[in-house]
């Protein structure tokens, strides 16, 4: 029997979050680079009633991203993306967090706008990290969002010499998912569909605890500690924004973002995380 399909990218908390709150009733594709992790979160999820598939994808390559909207549309219409999938300054290299964080999230949002059905309704999670790096000019900010995706690792700020360490790949990127988020909604609003982005803040999942271990363990921790909330969010509490983007209480909002920090970004320009200029 053929149901409205959800696609979520990334087996991690924040996409389980989200999916649990939006996907009853639909079928969930789950892709995800390490096939054991996409089938830990199938076997949660299918064991408390969802109907979930687990696939291995590559978020930084066109044809694995096409082959799971292919099995996707096998189960009916895509309805709903739910994009988590990403990788971290601490676990990648540059060249790594480009081509999954930047390009593959690119070309994810370009290849479900062409085939998401009307009334659809898509979420990609970004970065507080976006938030944090100088203001680009114009001109880089409108080629982020809108040149065409096998081009934008070729642009001139993305290239090696302009790019400082993961940190600053990371922020490069996250600022172009932002970028691309707004491109994307006018071309998904042709299709009767919405897109946003949510801008997260430290949340408590696997991959923050590898920042907490990292090389900057002791900045974040300092993040949270001295943010206005004075602690770190948790997946549900992003979940609680998507499930309000993806709902029909939202059919105004599209080609935004939204952050949630718990003040964090507000500290680091106008409280204590300010950095000593």
Same mark, same amino acid.
């Given at each position: 029997?053929?149901?409205?399909?959800?696609?979520?990218?990334?087996?991690?908390?924040?996409?389980?979050?989200?999916?649990?709150?939006?996907?009853?009733?639909?079928?969930?594709?789950?892709?995800?680079?390490?096939?054991?992790?996409?089938?830990?979160?199938?076997?949660?999820?299918?064991?408390?009633?969802?109907?979930?598939?687990?696939?291995?994808?590559?978020?930084?390559?066109?044809?694995?991203?096409?082959?799971?909207?292919?099995?996707?549309?096998?189960?009916?219409?895509?309805?709903?993306?739910?994009?988590?999938?990403?990788?971290? /300054?601490?676990?990648?290299?540059? $060249?790594?967090?480009?081509?999954?964080?930047?390009? &593959?999230?690119?070309?994810?949002?370009? !290849? *479900?706008?062409?085939?998401?059905?009307?009334?659809?309704?898509?979420?990609?999670?970004?970065?507080?990290?976006?938030?944090?790096?100088?203001?680009?000019?114009?001109?880089?900010?409108?080629?982020?969002?809108?040149?065409?995706?096998?081009?934008?690792?070729?642009?001139?700020?993305?290239?090696?010499?302009?790019?400082?360490?993961?940190?600053?790949?990371?922020?490069?990127?996250?600022?172009?998912?932002?970028?691309?988020?707004?491109?994307?909604?006018?071309?998904?609003?042709?299709?009767?569909?919405?897109?946003?982005?949510?801008?997260?803040?430290?949340?408590?999942?696997?991959?923050?605890?590898?920042?907490?271990?990292? /090389?900057?363990?002791?900045?974040? $921790?300092?993040?949270?500690?001295?943010?206005?909330? &004075?602690?770190?969010?948790?997946?549900? !509490? *992003?979940?609680?924004?998507?499930?309000?983007?993806?709902?029909?209480?939202?059919?105004?909002?599209?080609?935004?973002?939204?952050?949630?920090?718990?003040?964090?970004?507000?500290?680091?320009?106008?409280?204590?995380?300010?950095?000593?200029?």
């Amino acid at each position: 029997m053929k149901k409205e399909v959800m696609i979520l990218t990334g087996a991690g908390q924040i996409g389980m979050a989200i999916a649990r709150r939006m996907g009853t009733g639909k079928k969930i594709v789950l892709g995800d680079k390490c096939m054991n992790n996409a089938e830990i979160i199938a076997q949660i999820m299918n064991n408390a009633g969802f109907d979930v598939l687990p696939m291995e994808m590559d978020l930084s390559s066109r044809s694995s991203i096409l082959s799971l909207i292919d099995e996707a549309q096998k189960h009916g219409e895509i309805s709903m993306l739910v994009n988590a999938a990403g990788v971290s /300054p601490s676990q990648a290299s540059v $060249k790594t967090i480009l081509e999954v964080d930047l390009y &593959g999230t690119a070309v994810l949002l370009e !290849e *479900v706008g062409k085939v998401i059905g009307k009334g659809g309704v898509g979420v990609t999670i970004s970065s507080q990290s976006g938030h944090r790096m100088p203001a680009l000019s114009p001109e880089t900010d409108e080629l982020l969002a809108t040149t065409p995706t096998e081009n934008l690792l070729s642009l001139e700020v993305l290239q090696p010499q302009n790019i400082r360490d993961t940190l600053h790949a990371y922020q490069m990127a996250k600022r172009c998912n932002v970028k691309r988020v707004m491109a994307q909604a006018v071309k998904w609003g042709e299709r009767g569909a919405r897109i946003n982005s949510i801008s997260p803040g430290i949340i408590v999942t696997p991959l923050a605890i590898d920042e907490f271990n990292g /090389p900057r363990g002791d900045f974040y $921790k300092n993040m949270f500690a001295k943010c206005p909330a &004075g602690r770190p969010g948790t997946a549900d !509490e *992003v979940a609680n924004v998507a499930e309000l983007l993806m709902s029909d209480k939202a059919t105004f909002i599209t080609g935004a973002d939204f952050l949630i920090d718990g003040g964090a970004t507000a500290s680091f320009f106008y409280g204590s995380l300010k950095p000593q200029r």
